[in-house]
């Protein structure tokens, strides 16, 4: 009975895995079948790198997690899986089955419910990212995630006129855990929006409270991507956030990136346009690095375009990146939203910028991402007129 219910379980949770990463597009691929006693092979077809044959085995183990029921008894399970990769560890079946086998015992060695690879190299990847998936899990739950603020500033005059709340990770024994390692590995752990409650709201509340002190900057919020932004919950969502800070919708301004939004534009205008009802501003994000249909941006509300760092890195050594950047502040100004430009580093690209019609900037060159604290000290050192007199307070929905 336990081997039919775990059998059961195991092969609507490889294909329940196809449907996941295939969006429902292709027929299931993989295969699952019983060898003898309680062992099972699984073929997972398809998968681009080792990491993604991680993703299947633990979609596999958590199958298992809840315990079996049997009359009035409950029988818990648990699972080691061996993985083997084509063509790495082998072109044919026997030698992939072989190998894969010698990968198991190794996952019992190391302990029940665990995965390894044939590969060393790989098997200590994967343990890597396991031990990260861990310590992020318990730094959500223990606050362990911070927030820290990089400075919108309007060149030509010098005023700061906006901030951009960014999560922070330090963990005392991994040291400074970069956004682009946690920030995909809570998407793929189904944490993003745990992440995005607990950042965005401890920036509206470090924003009410600075304005309680005389302190009113405006702010933007990163947080996830396409994961979120598909949320039918998301305005909701972000609404109940916002009301619990007393601020208006209308310092918000909700940042979606171009190529999340040209997934499901039809979906992305109904979210943005429900956005727009309650009173937020909105924005797209790493401008000129996705399709830049101008059909796209007439479809969308859309008050503020992010030009890419990638453009403003090389602008001042490459015409290309040059032209380019002058043609999306032209069509910013055209459709009447303002441009902001990301990743100023010198002050050659901040007097190009401002050649080309764009003020609005953020990058090293004016400050880097810093602590609420020493945000507030510069604020206090900065003369009354340095304070922004447009509120843009902005949160990145994808």
């Known amino acids: 009975m336990v081997l039919a219910a775990v059998a059961r ?7 329940a895995y196809d449907e996941m ?15 003898a006693g309680d062992e099972f092979l699984f073929a997972v077809m398809d998968l681009a790198s080792g990491e993604e044959a991680a993703d299947a085995a633990r979609h596999i183990l958590d199958a298992l997690r809840e315990p079996v029921k049997h009359e009035s008894r409950e029988l818990f399970v648990s699972g080691s899986i061996g993985v083997s990769l084509f063509p790495d560890d082998g072109v044919d079946f026997e030698a992939l089955v072989k190998h894969a086998d010698t990968a198991v015992h190794q996952a019992k060695e190391n302990g029940r419910n665990t995965i390894a690879f044939f590969n060393r190299s790989m098997n200590e990847l994967v343990t890597q990212r396991l031990v990260l998936e861990t310590e992020l899990r318990r730094a959500l739950e223990n606050g362990g995630i911070s927030v820290h603020y990089q400075p919108l500033v309007e060149a030509a005059t010098g005023r700061i006129v906006g901030l951009e709340a960014l999560s922070r990770w330090m963990h005392a024994g991994l040291g400074v855990v970069s956004p682009v390692q946690f920030i995909p590995l809570a998407e793929r752990l189904g944490l993003i929006g745990t992440l995005t409650e607990h950042t965005v709201r401890s920036s509206c509340m470090q924003l009410s409270a600075w304005g ?4 009113p900057p405006s702010m933007s919020r990163s ?20 009301g619990e800070s007393g601020l208006e919708p209308g310092r918000i301004t909700l940042e979606v990136t171009e190529s999340v939004l040209i997934e499901n534009l039809a979906a992305g205008e109904r979210t943005l346009a429900s956005l727009k009802t309650h009173g937020f501003r909105i924005a797209i994000d790493d401008f000129g690095t996705g399709y830049s249909s101008p059909e796209l941006h007439q479809a969308v509300p859309i008050d503020v375009l992010k030009i890419d760092r990638a453009f403003i890195r090389d602008i001042a050594a490459n015409p290309r990146d040059a032209t380019v950047t002058t043609a999306i502040v032209a069509l910013a100004q055209g459709l009447g939203v303002e441009p902001l430009a990301e990743g100023v580093e010198t002050a050659e690209q901040r007097d190009m910028l401002l ?13 880097k991402p810093m602590p609420a604290e020493s945000l507030a000290v510069l604020l206090r050192l900065g003369p009354g007129a340095l304070y922004p007199t447009i509120p843009d307070f902005s949160v990145l929905a994808a």
């Open 21 to 35: 990463v295939s969006n429902g597009q292709q027929e299931t691929a993989s295969i699952v079948s019983r060898l």
């Open 355 to 367: 050649a080309a019609g764009c003020s609005l900037m953020q990058g090293f060159f004016f400050a």
């Open 212 to 215: 309680r002190a005389g302190l």
């Open 9 to 15: 379980r195991l092969r609507e949770a490889v294909h």
């Open 223 to 242: 947080t996830s991507r396409g994961q979120q932004f598909r949320n039918p919950d998301l305005t909701a969502g972000i609404v109940k956030l916002v």
